[in-house]
């Protein structure tokens, strides 16, 4: 078995342990959203602190990166939205939430521990640069979008509303305060006291496991109830077109090997919960975002690892 093989088999193997934890009730499923919030509030903010601190840019501006990638989220949202509204007959609003669930990549609870095994902490680097302004873009994007498909004609967009909404959820957000927090230190020029590092470390460590387990142990509660078709249709968008776009875009534009890799690996990881909680927030689209995060990261176990052998057979 191919080591590429072995590592996908391994991070979906911890996220079907959590899974089957739950199933024979070893794990209440309420445990999931502890460890759940555990990992993206402490586990993973330290992990991309440490990152911060220690990457090497090269001193640029990842603008490349960001257009390839964000180029393929463009386009897979726009099919998305499309497939529900004309596809599947569903209204504007329930439109937004295909098109953010087909776009939206699981980055932290799936994406962190792939890339990390995959691609180390070089590709951690790369990925933790889509990290920072992924959030940020998605949600603002899927906030404006409902603002427009989600109110009556007679009701005015109030730009005021929206940029404090989107601030609030933003500046409060712990992965972006990692992200900000470890930038912060980077510039003063000074290394972490041993102390700091030995705690940073401890809790880093463990970020990656313990949230494809949480995954796992999560998924029990969405389950798959309804709209299975267009949830499928979705997930196929979501696998197969925008790591297809992304590959595509990499490869004409030239990007740097490792950075394509990424770009690509990160453009193929499955739906991620992000999609179902702007769903629950704008009520609409709720049983059709979960069950596609439920049959994206079943499917992702074949689909994630043909992904990354054919990046690696164009990039090298």
């Not at 445990?31 to 090269?58: E, K």
């Not at 776009?245 to 950075?259: D, K, N, R, T, Y």
């Amino acid at each position: 078995m191919s080591s590429l093989v072995e590592t996908v088999l391994f991070v979906f193997g911890l996220i079907a342990l959590g899974y089957l934890s739950g199933r024979l009730r070893l794990l209440k499923v309420s445990t999931g959203d502890g460890l759940s919030d555990f990992a993206i509030g402490v586990a993973v903010p330290l992990l991309l602190f440490r990152t911060m601190v220690n990457a090497d840019f090269h001193g640029g501006v990842p603008w490349a990166l960001w257009a390839c990638y964000f180029s393929a989220v463009a386009v897979t949202w726009t099919a998305g939205h499309f497939v529900t509204t004309r596809v599947f007959g569903r209204d504007s609003a329930a439109g937004v939430v295909g098109g953010v669930g087909a776009a939206f990549s699981n980055t932290v609870l799936v994406g962190i521990p792939l890339v990390l095994d995959v691609f180390g902490h070089d590709g951690i680097e790369v990925l933790s640069l889509i990290i920072a302004i992924h959030l940020p873009a998605l949600m603002m994007a899927s906030i404006i979008l409902f603002e427009i498909f989600g109110r009556r004609d007679d009701e005015p967009i109030d730009v005021a509303d929206l940029v404090l909404e989107f601030l609030r959820k933003m500046v409060s957000h712990p992965l972006i305060l990692g992200i900000v927090a470890g930038l912060a230190w980077r510039l003063t020029g000074l290394p972490l006291p041993p102390l700091a590092v030995r705690f940073v470390d401890s809790l880093a460590g463990i970020a990656g496991p313990l949230a494809l387990f949480a995954m796992g142990l999560g998924l029990l509660k969405f389950g798959i109830s309804g709209n299975v078709v267009p949830a499928a249709v979705l997930s196929l968008l979501k696998l197969m077109l925008m790591p297809a776009v992304a590959l595509a875009i990499c490869w004409a534009v030239g990007l740097p090997p490792l950075a394509a890799k990424v770009a690509v690996a990160t453009a193929a990881l499955p739906a991620g919960i992000n999609s179902y909680l702007i769903a629950v927030q704008f009520g609409t689209g709720q049983a059709l975002a979960s069950n596609e995060m439920t049959l994206s990261t079943a499917m992702a176990v074949v689909t994630t690892a043909l992904w990354l052998s054919l990046a690696q057979a164009v990039f090298g």
